[in-house]
Every structure is written in structure tokens, then in C-alpha cells.
């Protein structure tokens, strides 16, 4: 597993750069992904407009003023968070605390946020001031909805943050009810379903301000969100944030993390080995006991695992990983390692994330494919609303989940979202064309 950069540099240069701990795989793979899904939109969205179904808005602009207090003030602060952070982890950070936990602490760099901050506040000004005006002057100018890109990715990005914070809390809302704090603070914890329904609210609100068409932006939005998905995906899997599935008992691991098929009852004797991570959490480390997972079962007869024995053309670790140094830190301890992740699941789990990368790459080009084909607004959106859903519900099949009663019905949040969107999807698909005349 790579955690962050460190590890990447480290297994494939042989180099130890401290600096890069604080660049986490998952967090730049997501941020990768946005950049990757604001192209593909912007592809999308300039064809629509070249057919004519996206028109540019006209808006009022006053050029030649000088920069206004409230735009330094805004400069400032984000210089001065992002110094107080990221200056901090490069120069002030103690050894004993991860790059991950420094950045949700309230530990920081006061010189370095002040220098960012005075050097954001002095860049806005210098622009200001080189395009100043005696006079300044009132212009109309369009704007494409190409143009707005860079909004919505913004939208995207702080909105589904905070959407997925939501809804992970709701799910574990015992734990968030005990120390709030903590939970809204902490570098783990993030429901991607509450991300993506908050953002696709925030982004549609601004969309229907700024007078583009709604059926359209979202046809275009589609394959982007599905290749964007993808990528966070391999995210999860290359750092290893806790997003994997159930146990597979087929095969067993040893304390290195190394795969292999299981012997008839090796897995339970395994189980019984390890009995204090399954049924307290704990492991015991060279510094004493720790808690490592939060997935305690009653007995070790309730470990959830199912028995699956991949095709001998494939490796292993397709159908069984023990996650070796994942970002969680979760498992036992590896020995003769002592860096700052030195986990690993104690028995091998379907890696999930895996599958939904392989999974949502093959349905990006599928709708890459029929999106040119395809000419009723909102049909290429439903088909993604029930393809998302019906991803989902089968990998939930082997994911570990806290399960949710409705109605009598027991089931994972995300299980009911999928399908809620595979109903949404199908109800959209039948009335497209009704859907999309009422709202034109």
C-alpha cells in the first residue's frame, strides 16, 4: 500500500523524503479525478453548445476597480490556512504525530501562514492595481457554460466533502453523538453517496441561476462522474482507507500480508489466532495495546466472510488482500517494519475498491460510446442513475456495512440509495421525453 507519496518514492526510487508524508495517494488520486472530470465536462459541454442546445448568458462586469477589501481579506485567509498547514507540515510538524492527523489538529505554522497570507493578499492587489482604470467601466460580456467549469468543480469539491461528512455521520451516528468533534474533524469517514447528492443539489441550484439548462448538464456530467468515481476508487485501493470488503475464506495471509489458498479450517484457526483484533479491536504493538478497527463482532462465528476461489490465470490478491501498510493503520503489526504504517489485516478481505475501479472504467466508455447516439435529454443520465445503483448494490453484497431497518427492511445506507437511484433512473428513463419537454 501507498499511503502517501513517501511510500511511492520510497519502494520505487529508494529514497525517504520526509516532505512528502503529507501528500496523501487518496486525497491527490481524488483531486486528480476532478481535474480528469472537469475536462471530460468541458468536452461535453462545448459539444452541446457547438449544436446549439447551450447558449451563453450575458453578464454586467465593472472593470478598472481596484481591489476590494473583502477580495484581500479573502486572499488572505486562504493564504494564511494554507501556509498555517501545508508551510507547517513541511517545517514545524513533530515526528510523533502522522502528516494526516497534523492536518486535522489544531497544530499549524503561524509564520508560514502569515507569510502566504501576505503574499495571496499583495498578488491580488498587484493585479488590481496593474489593470486599474481613472475611470472604471461597465462591461457586458458572455459566458459560456464552458466557461463556469472551474464553479462547478469548486461546488463539486466543497459540497461533496461535506455531503459525504453528513452522511457518514448519519450512519455512525452513535460514534458522532459520543465525540462530535472528532468525527467531523477526522482525516477518515466518507459516505460517497452523501457527497455525490449534496454536490449534485449545490451544482444544480447554480446551474439553473446562471441559466444553463439543466437536462443537458447532466447528460454531460455523466460519463465524467462515472470516470471520476473510477479514479477515486484506485484511491481507496492504493492507500487502503478502510473502504474494503468482507473476509474471503478461501484463503489466509500471514503477518507479512502474503496470500495463499486456505487449507480445510485454517481460516477459523486463523480467526482464533487473532481473536483480540476480532472480538476487541486491539492488537498488541511493541509500544503496548492499541486499538486498530472499529469492525468488533460478538463472536468469531459472526466475522462476516464468504468462500471464493478465483481462477488459477489470476493472482490472489484479485479475490484476497490483506491491505499491507494501508492509511488506517488497521491490523496487526507487521514485523521488522517501523514506519509509520506498519499494518496489516490479519486474514485477506475482496478488495472492493478494486472491482469498482475495473467496473466504472468499463461503464465510462460505454457511455462514452452512446453519448453522441443518443439524442432525448436526461436518457444518458437515467441509464447512469441505474448502472450507479446497480454497481453498487453488488459490490454491497461483500462489503462490510452498519445495516439501516426501513419498513421492515434491513439494509446499508448506501444499499437504500442505490436503490432509490436505480427508481429514480428508471422513472427518468420512461418519461424522458415528457421530463425534458416540461422543463425545457
Known amino acids: 500500500m501507498y499511503p502517501n507519496l513517501y511510500y511511492v518514492f520510497k519502494d520505487w526510487f ?14 491527490l488520486l481524488v483531486a486528480i479525478s476532478f481535474i480528469i472530470a472537469a475536462w471530460l465536462l468541458s468536452l461535453e459541454l462545448k459539444r452541446r453548445e457547438k449544436q446549439g442546445l447551450l447558449l451563453p448568458k450575458e453578464q454586467n462586469i465593472v472593470v478598472g ?37 497534523y492536518i486535522f489538529s489544531g497544530q499549524g505554522s503561524a509564520v508560514g501562514g502569515i507569510f502566504l ?28 457554460p464552458h466557461d463556469r467549469i472551474g464553479d462547478i468543480v469548486v461546488l463539486g469539491l466543497v459540497f461533496g466533502i461535506l455531503g459525504a461528512k453528513l452522511f457518514d455521520n448519519l450512519e455512525h451516528w452513535d460514534e458522532f453523538w459520543a465525540d462530535p468533534i472528532r468525527r467531523l ?12 447528492i449534496l454536490a449534485t443539489v449545490a451544482i444544480s441550484w447554480y446551474s439553473i441561476s446562471k441559466g444553463i439548462k439543466l437536462k443537458y448538464l447532466v447528460d454531460a456530467a455523466a460519463p465524467a462522474l462515472m470516470f471520476a468515481y473510477a479514479v477515486g476508487r484506485l ?5 487502503g482507507d478502510g473502504d474494503w470488503g468482507i473476509y474471503n475464506s478461501a484463503y489466509i495471509s500471514d503477518n507479512g500480508g502474503n496470500v495463499s489458498l486456505a487449507k480445510p479450517g485454517e481460516f477459523e484457526r486463523a480467526l482464533e ?19 486498530v478497527t ?20 489470476l493472482p490472489n490478491w484479485f479475490f484476497a488482500y490483506s491491505y499491507p501498510q494501508n492509511v488506517n493503520d488497521d491490523g496487526i503489526i507487521i514485523p521488522g517494519i ?62 462490510v456495512n452498519d445495516l439501516h431497518n426501513f419498513m421492515g427492511i434491513k439494509a446499508t445506507q448506501a444499499e437504500f440509495i442505490a436503490l432509490l437511484l436505480i427508481l429514480t433512473g428508471a422513472f427518468l428513463l420512461g418519461f424522458a421525453k415528457s421530463i425534458s419537454r416540461l422543463v425545457d
Open 14 to 27: 529508494g529514497v525517504e523524503w520526509n516532505s512528502l508524508k503529507f501528500l496523501n495517494t487518496f486525497g
Open 65 to 101: 476597480k481596484p481591489a476590494s477589501l473583502i477580495e484581500l481579506l479573502t486572499n488572505a485567509i486562504i493564504g494564511f490556512l494554507f501556509g498555517f498547514k501545508f508551510l507547517g507540515l513541511l517545517f514545524d510538524k513533530p515526528e510523533s504525530i502522522s502528516a494526516q492527523a
Open 117 to 144: 497570507a501576505t503574499l495571496l493578499a499583495g498578488i491580488k492587489w498587484w493585479e488590481k492595481n496593474k489593470q486599474k482604470l481613472k475611470e472604471p467601466e461597465k462591461r457586458i460580456i458572455r459566458v459560456w
Open 185 to 196: 474533524f477526522s482525516q477518515s469517514g466518507l459516505a460517497f453517496y452523501g457527497g455525490l
Open 235 to 239: 484511491g481507496c485501493q492504493i492507500s
Open 273 to 291: 489466532a487473532n481473536k483480540t483484533y476480532f472480538l476487541e479491536g486491539k492488537v498488541v504493538s511493541d509500544s503496548g495495546l492499541r486499538y
Open 294 to 313: 472499529d469492525r468488533i463482532y460478538p463472536t468469531l462465528s459472526d466475522v462476516p466472510h464468504r468462500s471464493f476461489k478465483g481462477p488459477s490465470f
Open 338 to 399: 517501523k514506519d509509520d504504517h506498519r499494518s496489516v489485516l490479519p486474514q485477506p478481505v475482496f478488495p472492493t475498491p478494486l472491482y469498482e475501479t475495473i467496473l466504472c472504467t468499463f461503464l465510462f466508455f460505454v457511455f462514452w460510446f452512446i453519448r453522441k447516439k443518443i439524442k432525448t435529454p436526461l436518457v444518458i443520465f437515467s441509464i447512469y442513475l441505474i448502472f450507479n445503483g446497480l454497481e453498487r448494490l453488488l459490490i454491497e453484497s461483500i462489503r
